[in-house]
């Protein structure tokens, strides 16, 4: 009778208590990505030791259905970024793949919620993006001096690598483009393809929305036209001359942007083949 009692005692406080516990959890994930933050920027060499500690953060919001609630949008964005940049401490090397498609799904559900936002298609092209650099590097160090002789460089980590795009670019004026490369339709190139298609969507719809608001970072012109640039790098002519004059109608209008001035490589890049673009 008296465990019965009890019982039902706790039955009828659950949900409230059920709530606190919650808020608990979400609070405690919070500090876990505030720690996190920390490491990459004083540490990223000592990653391994956190990522227990980033994998119980999403097994927590996975059990509270954190990203269920459409009101805690700011947290949900806050606490991605974290996790994500987590994730892609070093891309060239290859991303924690646990947590970078973890953060996938997560930037998925809110963008259920909220269909046309900046912020989360952004999220979701970094996050494909970041996914390639592995094997846009690998591909790099295997072809190595081929790819560079033949006139196809790939970046390792897209634009921020010592290796300005060479690639020949016809129509509308271009120079010559070099021959079809037959490497293009191996393996690791149409891996790439399958990492850089939905980035450059999610980056063009990224844009198109910002646009829209009349609010256009320059930050996301460069990263949308990173995007292009790296597709381009490995898709096959003329499919790859449409993606660098977009990429360079992109790196124009962040050149033009307020307050925002473009890395060297970009700079570089539109200074040299800016000209053919009308």
């Given amino acids: 009778m008296s465990r019965h009692s009890g019982s039902s005692r706790h039955r009828s406080h659950q949900p409230r208590s ?12 919070k500090a876990v990505v505030d720690q996190l933050n920390g490491v990459m920027v004083s540490a990223p060499h000592e990653w391994e030791a956190y990522l227990p500690s980033a994998r119980s953060a999403m097994l927590a919001l ?14 949900q964005v806050w606490i991605l970024h974290g996790l994500q940049d987590f994730a892609f401490h070093d891309p060239d090397a290859g991303s924690i793949r646990d947590v970078a498609e973890w953060c996938q799904a997560a930037w998925l559900r809110i963008l259920r919620n909220y269909p046309d936002d900046v912020e989360t298609l952004t999220g979701l092209g970094h996050n494909w993006l970041q996914r390639s650099q592995a094997t846009l590097a690998r591909i790099q160090r295997e072809e190595g001096t081929d790819s560079s ?10 634009i921020d690598s010592d290796e300005i795009l060479t690639n020949g ?3 509308n004026g271009f120079s010559a483009a070099p021959p079809a490369d037959p ?13 850089l298609q939905p ?21 996301l012109l460069a990263s949308a036209a990173e995007s292009h640039m790296s597709l381009g790098n490995v898709t096959a002519t003329p499919s790859d001359e449409r993606l660098f004059a977009q990429a360079i109608r992109y790196l124009r209008r962040a050149e033009e942007t307020p307050g925002y001035s473009l890395s060297i490589y970009l700079q570089q890049y539109l200074n040299e083949y800016g000209r053919y673009v009308s």
């Fill in 199 to 219: 980035a450059v969507d999610f980056f063009t719809r990224a844009v198109a929305s910002a646009d829209a608001l009349g609010d256009l970072p320059g930050d």
């Fill in 149 to 158: 002789s033949s006139g196809s460089g790939l970046t390792g980590n897209s």
């Fill in 169 to 171: 670019l016809e129509t």
């Fill in 183 to 195: 490497r293009r339709q191996g393996p690791l190139y149409v891996e790439a393809r399958g990492y």
């Fill in 62 to 75: 996975d059990r509270v259905r954190f990203f269920r609630d459409s009101q805690r949008y700011t947290e």
């Fill in 18 to 29: 059920s709530e606190s516990n919650s808020e608990d959890t979400i609070e405690q994930v």
